[in-house]
């Protein structure tokens, strides 16, 4: 015993031989890390003094430098606080609060060479971010090969938290249906990766400007930790630098509740300002577009009797977007390379040669008469050198023809992104690792010398880049509607209930809400069809928020419900401020946002497959005003299965001092918009 008990305290005191630590404080003082140098540098995360995340460690290894690993110390720290405001071009909110206590670090190893880096550390009262700078230093020269980010997120809650994932380096890149399991079930998993610990706190974590470096996700191993996997390139390094480098913001959101996370702005504040200047040129708006019936069958992309984008059903589509107050018309299936299974043509596409049934001059000078613009698209199928040869003919030609807006893709399993090396080999990367990250903002930059703002689909996750370039204006990342045509099985119900928690914490997305007509397979519970009801389509245009919405269904299906249609023509796409009012991840979600040209709130609720009643409070509205609200809700006989169509449009005058209350169908939910009197 006597011996044990000696053992203990030996071990106790070498390790805190000249260790040393460090603390920092949100500006609230309820999130704290810790670092220290004892073993290694780690750091440990608390919540109101309970522990979130146990020591974790931070560090990286290098191919052919020495590590950034055990043996350094803390030598020094910086300490700062800022509180700032700044605006957003376009977005959820028109201001943001930026206010943290930051904290650099600076470790040093005593003897290797190699033996500088700084951690710095931002910590907000929603959430905290870190970031290495490894400055340029003897022993770091020529090209320096990350091998190993030895970073982890160390859940004090593993054992017992439910989490919300999906799989990493998985072949649907990020488009899968989202699991929820223990914590300790969980797979290799993209962020944002969010867990509940049983008391209530939630957490998510996910990564900030990620540029110049590879894709994150999370390896769960041993005790809870959660290890940064990083993405590699198709030789298996995972980082090529030269010189001084910064990473990526690591970052964690921490919150009490569910809506918490939603609510947070931690992601955009860790991101550079705008680096572009003016960008009144970046334009949000609503679409419709030569794009669903694709998917459900009745046209094709490719040439032929059933070609979708012909001169003469664009200009049908621009008309209606006209009557309607759609402001563009994405067109797909333009461009040659689209025939045979075009999944695999790739080095075939050509981005400035049109089929011959679509005279883009036309056309352009059509919607120029009307107001409405054609949305433009570039299909990669993957292969990005071929896209890339092209590229700024590609963006000419748009741009000679008043396209402000195109949307592009890069269908290919993950880790079949092909490109020509400079020594001519083909290469197959992830689009997730360093060589796509950079590859997709390339395109981007080159969009802005254009006058293009980017929706890109099959993206790299967003990391909350649109604060620095606001020309990459929305993006997919996640199951969209698409998956309700041909996705077998289709979204269920509480996708939906999940992405406001999980995907979209990371920025807009295009999910081209607004199917209203759910039989085009027969309305089979069992087929592809959206397994929600109408009230919970329009419910998406406020809760999902993207600054270009889609309606994404035939025109025809709109002229055969114009009441509620009127709620998609009515929404806005840009917020003077959002919130969200109730909601739990898996189960339901109420977002408020206020309309940034106009006194109207519109409100969004929708659920999972269960029914339930949400008592709306309305004191968001503004103080001392009445309003007009229009509800758009679930009938009494709706349900997702059987009754999906069964809808209420009614009236109310109500003040800010009244109470809502809604009932939404099983996958049900509504939609309203508070007009001031
Ligand atoms: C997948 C995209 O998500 C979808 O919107 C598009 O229609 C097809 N690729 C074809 O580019
Ligand atoms: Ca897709």
């Not at 979209?504 to 397979?521: A, C, E, Q």
Request: aromatic letters at 12%; one cysteine or more.
């Amino acid at each position: 015993m006597f011996r044990v008990l000696i053992c203990w305290v030996m071990i106790v005191f070498a390790h805190n031989v000249n260790a040393a630590s460090v603390s920092a404080t949100s500006p609230n003082g309820k999130l704290k890390v810790l670092v220290t140098d004892e073993k290694h540098p780690s750091y440990r995360v608390f919540y109101q003094d309970r522990l979130v995340l146990d020591w974790s460690k931070l560090g990286m290894t290098f191919a052919s430098h020495h590590p950034l690993t055990d043996g350094f110390t803390i030598k020094s720290n910086t300490k700062r606080t800022s509180d700032s405001e700044w605006q957003q071009p376009w977005g959820e909110h028109q201001v943001i609060r930026d206010h943290h206590n930051q904290v650099t670090i600076d470790f040093q190893h005593p003897r290797q060479s190699a033996n500088r880096y700084q951690v710095e550390f931002k910590l907000f009262n929603d959430g905290m971010g870190f970031r290495y700078r490894v400055p340029a230093q003897t022993g770091l020269e020529g090209n320096i090969h990350i091998t190993n980010e030895l970073t982890e997120f160390r859940s004090a809650d593993f054992k017992t938290a439910t989490a919300w994932w999906i799989p990493a380096r998985g072949w649907n890149r990020y488009e899968y249906v989202y699991n929820t399991t223990s914590f300790k079930d969980i797979d290799r998993v993209h962020t944002p990766f969010t867990y509940r610990a049983t008391d209530g706190l939630h957490v998510s974590i996910h990564e900030a400007a990620l540029v110049d470096y590879a894709g994150m996700t999370l390896d769960l191993r041993r005790d809870g930790r959660l290890k940064a996997d990083l993405t590699p390139w198709s030789d298996g390094v995972l980082v090529k630098k030269n010189g001084a480098f910064t990473t990526p913001w690591r970052t964690i959101q921490v919150s009490p509740s569910a809506t918490g996370l939603v609510n947070s702005t931690l992601i955009l504040n860790l991101n550079e300002p705008n680096t572009l200047g003016n960008v009144d040129w970046v334009k949000p708006g609503k679409y419709i577009g030569i794009w669903w019936g694709m998917h459900i069958g009745e046209n094709t992309w490719g040439s032929g009797d059933k070609h979708g984008a012909t001169t003469s059903e664009v200009k049908r589509y621009m008309d209606f977007a006209h009557k309607y107050g759609f402001n563009g018309v994405l067109v797909e299936g333009w461009n040659h390379g689209w025939d045979g299974d075009w999944y695999f043509n790739g080095d075939v596409f050509n981005f400035t040669k049109p089929y011959d049934d679509f005279d883009i001059e036309a056309i352009s000078a059509h919607g120029a008469n009307l107001g409405v613009e054609l949305i433009g698209h570039h299909e990669t199928s993957g292969n990005v050198t071929n896209y890339r040869q092209q590229m700024d003919d590609a963006f000419a030609l748009y741009q000679d023809n008043g396209v402000t807006q195109v949307k592009t893709g890069y269908v290919a399993d993950a880790g079949q992104i092909k490109r020509i090396d400079e020594n001519g080999i083909v290469r197959h990367e992830w689009h997730d690792g360093q060589f796509m990250v950079n590859e997709y903002l390339h395109n981007i930059i080159t969009a802005a010398k254009y006058g293009i703002s980017i929706n890109t689909h099959e993206p790299i996750k967003d990391t909350g880049l649109r604060r620095t370039y606001p020309n990459w204006i929305t993006r997919e990342g996640a199951r969209g509607m698409e998956f309700n045509a041909w996705g077998s099985p289709p979204n269920p119900p509480e996708h939906t209930a999940i992405l406001p928690f999980t995907r979209l914490l990371s920025g807009p997305m295009d999910f081209t809400p607004g199917i209203f007509d759910m039989g085009f397979k027969g309305l089979d519970a069992n087929s592809d069809r959206p397994q929600t009801t109408l009230a919970k389509q329009l419910a998406l245009y406020t809760v999902i928020y993207s600054p270009l919405q889609m309606a994404a269904d035939l025109p025809r299906n709109y002229e055969a419900n114009l009441a509620a249609f009127q709620f998609i023509r009515d929404v806005p796409v840009d917020w003077e401020k959002s919130k969200a009012l109730s909601g739990e991840v898996g189960d339901y979600i109420v977002m408020a946002r206020k309309d940034k040209h106009s006194s109207q709130w519109f409100v969004g609720g929708l659920t999972d497959e269960n029914a339930r009643v949400v008592n709306l409070d309305l004191d968001f509205l503004t103080n001392n005003t009445r309003y007009k609200a229009t509800i758009y809700k679930d009938g009494n006989n709706a349900q997702w299965e059987t009754n999906p169509y069964d809808l209420i449009i009614e009236n109310k005058l109500v003040s800010p001092s009244d109470t809502l209350t809604v009932k939404m169908a099983e996958s049900g939910g509504f939609a309203i918009k508070f007009s001031p009197l």
